[in-house]
């Protein structure tokens, strides 16, 4: 499914562009998606592990904008992105058809903007559209930021995975699993 285009305004004044990505944007998605790889230790890659190509990414583009159940939301400043989150269905099987999940990442030079919490909602309201039941996630427990954010947002600690993320320094990091109760 496709996000039309909105302005959203943030606390500091810049403006962002919310929309879907278009296959235009797909060598953008790829160096967007290594920074933020690089910004934090609370995503599942790094950025070396980024090995798609343009192709691959405009495939994958395409495959969300032509799936009724999933969306893609980017956020630009200007022509540069700087934010993204997909949301689509946790497995197309028969029983898990009401249970969607989600990833969002922004650029840290753009936290604290409500940039995270405009893109949520928009999620949120496209999952209920779309007849999920339930929204679920799952986030480093030491990521302060996004689990409070999470939890704003109605979510639910439902869980706990121990030392589910290992970084090359050896260090562990927990997850939470998470879970919005859309009915």
Known sequence: MQHQEEIFTGKNGTAYMLRSPETKDAAQMIDYLKAT?????????????????VADEEDFINTYASDAGS?????FVGD????NASLCC????????????FGMAILQEHWGQGLGKKI????????KKAGYEYLELEVA?????AVNLYK?????????????LKLK???????????????
């Open 37 to 53: 790889a690089a910004e934090t230790q609370f995503g599942l890659s790094y950025p070396e592990e980024m090995d798609f190509t």
């Open 120 to 127: 949520l909602s928009e999620l949120i309201l496209f999952a």
């Open 80 to 83: 540069r992105l700087i934010g």
């Open 90 to 101: 946790v497995m197309q099987r028969q029983k898990t058809l009401h249970r969607a999940t």
């Open 71 to 75: 969306i893609m939301i980017s956020a």
């Open 152 to 164: 704003q947002m109605g979510f639910t600690v439902y869980g706990e995975r121990p030392r589910s």
């Open 169 to 183: 320094n050896g260090e562990y990091y927990d997850e939470y699993l998470m879970i919005l109760d859309l009915k």
């Open 141 to 145: 427990a030491c990521n302060t930021t």
